[in-house]
């Protein structure tokens, strides 16, 4: 008998598995907060050199803000005042000659002066983090994001270790009070500190969450589960648009965004661990307990006695209960490599995309809350196409396709003029919807793909070559200072690649989640037509 014929027989579908996954969606629905907030604390409103020490009485003074401006600053290209240079003294004359093409400029000498319309404060207004020194603006997202990648590794390795549900309570600790402690900081290296352990704690939630739904779900289930889970993920995404319109002290936004994982921890109490995980550790007693609240839970208690502890033990079918497995597992045998190689890469490429559209979210005409909210409403629907493409096309084909057409979307965009404007936002939005279709594919493709014994780590493993793509992604932007389009050429092309390679993984639509290495290394593969319950019946007749 398989674990999943037992969870045919106790409903793996029913009110137990509904609580999980609600319970589940509260800290989902924080990870975007956290995840794309650099789009709000750390936004660059307008600005100019501060021009208040060369107002000495004279007829500077007399001058209305918009003259003062034309004598100050120099314009650049489009006609704007520059924002990072100045003239050393008021030029008079320009008031009456408007050229001042080849009037000498210097760096902005007291600081800037910020347009306070749309954000009362961000790190950039707060720590000038502009001009000379923007790349330390975008480099507070790559802190963050090294954090995740790190935290992926570590939740990988300690979660298959000591199990999903204790370290998903670490993980909320550490988010919350590194979230916390971000808005009190009192320098940039300061908050750059805690923003690394912020992301580090969030991570854990992010693969932890994932994993624990998908083991407790029966097959024909897991897609509807899957996506059920990352709608919590969308409903964020646009409840962080409205809560940073409401609260745009930066502070005061991150204090917002890290409230809710309190009603997290408390309801962690709620949460079953994973009966496959106890079971793949010689935990069997306890996977029997929660196996029967199960059965109980879902109004089939007539099978809660027909589960026997001698059965259970091998359920899994692995003989060495003890053994502790690492990354190191995922690359020993060879079609293990080949599975951690083609996941990084596509994983790194689907990363890459979504927070390349995803952080860079200005040039469309619309203001920056306007914006987020409708990239974020596009992933609604595209979920509800996934879920239908999953089970019809299957997950392989579902992967490819929404990177193949995320890159056509983005290379559209590259030869669309800048002032058609209402094109090129429809045909981001729609990139950025394929973008989600393709994260939310790969969550549950990689944890169908990956066996029960090192699942957690090939979660963790993929989600450090994400947030390596990630990490990446704000440094890649500040490209368009080399080349405007070159950020989106490479992202194109990153997206295309990773498409390409998604072709070469195997189907898991309708297949049984593997639960040894050597269910991975076998030459047998697994049935991807096979009815679970039929099965089941088979095999519980023939005393499983």
Request: aromatic content about 12%.
């Amino acid at each position: 008998m398989k674990f999943d014929n037992i969870l045919e027989e106790i409903d793996g579908c029913g009110w137990f598995q509904v609580l999980i996954v609600t319970l589940l969606c509260i800290p989902r629905v924080i990870l975007p907060c956290h995840f794309l907030l650099n789009n709000f604390i750390a936004a660059v409103p307008s600005h100019h050199c501060d021009l208040s020490a060369l107002d000495d009485g004279s007829l500077f003074g007399n001058l209305t803000q918009e003259q003062r401006l034309t004598v100050s600053v120099p314009v650049q290209e489009d006609g704007t005042p520059s924002s990072c240079k100045m003239f050393p003294e008021p030029q008079f004359h320009i008031l009456s000659n408007s050229n001042n093409s080849d009037l000498a400029t210097v760096p902005c000498q007291n600081g800037w002066t910020y347009d306070n319309s749309t954000f009362k404060s961000t790190m950039a207004t707060e720590w000038d983090l502009v001009c000379d020194r923007k790349g330390m603006n975008k480099a507070t997202a790559t802190i963050f994001f090294v954090g995740v990648m790190i935290g992926a590794i570590a939740f990988g390795t300690l979660t298959d270790k000591f199990g999903r549900k204790p370290m998903l309570l670490v993980s909320y600790t550490i988010s919350m009070v590194f979230g916390f402690a971000s808005a009190f900081s009192n320098s940039y290296t300061m908050f750059g500190v805690m923003r690394f352990f912020t992301g580090f704690g969030l991570t854990g939630i992010s693969i932890i969450s994932t994993v624990l739904s998908v083991e407790w779900v029966d097959i024909k289930h897991r897609a509807l589960i899957g996506i059920t889970g990352s709608m919590a993920w969308s409903f964020g995404n646009m409840m962080l648009a409205g809560i940073a319109y409401q609260v745009n002290d930066w502070r005061m936004l991150m204090i917002a965004v890290s409230a809710p994982l309190g009603l997290a921890i408390i309801t962690w109490w709620w949460l079953p661990e994973s009966a496959r995980w106890l079971i793949a550790n010689g935990k069997v007693e306890r996977a029997h307990l929660y196996l029967e609240k199960c059965a109980r839970f879902n109004n089939r208690k007539d099978f809660t006695s027909k589960i026997k502890l001698e059965h259970l033990s091998d359920v899994v079918g692995t003989d060495n209960h003890n053994k502790t497995y690492s990354y190191l597992d995922l690359v020993r045998t060879p079609k293990m490599r080949r599975l951690a190689l083609l996941t990084g890469i596509v994983w790194y490429g689907v990363a890459s995309t979504y927070y390349g559209i995803s952080l860079n979210i200005t040039g469309f005409g619309l203001n920056v809350y306007l914006t987020h909210f409708i990239y974020s409403a596009i992933e609604v629907p595209a979920k509800m196409v996934v879920y239908f493409c999953l089970d019809t096309i299957g997950r392989k084909h579902c992967q490819a396709g929404t990177l193949l057409l995320t890159g056509t979307c983005i290379a559209i965009n590259i030869f669309v003029p800048k002032g058609q404007w209402h094109v090129r936002t429809i045909v981001a939005v729609l990139g950025k919807g394929l973008s989600e279709a393709s994260f939310t594919t790969v969550i549950l493709y990689t944890a169908e793909l990956y066996p029960t014994v090192v699942r957690q780590n090939g979660l963790g493993y993929n989600n450090f070559m994400a947030r390596l793509g990630v990490s990446i992604a704000p440094l890649i932007i500040l490209l368009e200072d080399v080349w405007k389009p070159l950020p989106e050429v490479i992202i194109c092309c990153v997206s295309i690649l990773s498409g390409l390679v998604a072709f070469l993984l195997p189907e898991t639509h309708n297949a049984r989640l593997p639960e040894t290495i050597e269910d991975i290394e076998q030459t047998k593969k697994r049935n991807p037509a096979y009815n679970p319950k039929q099965q089941a019946m088979q095999e519980y007749k023939h005393g499983g």
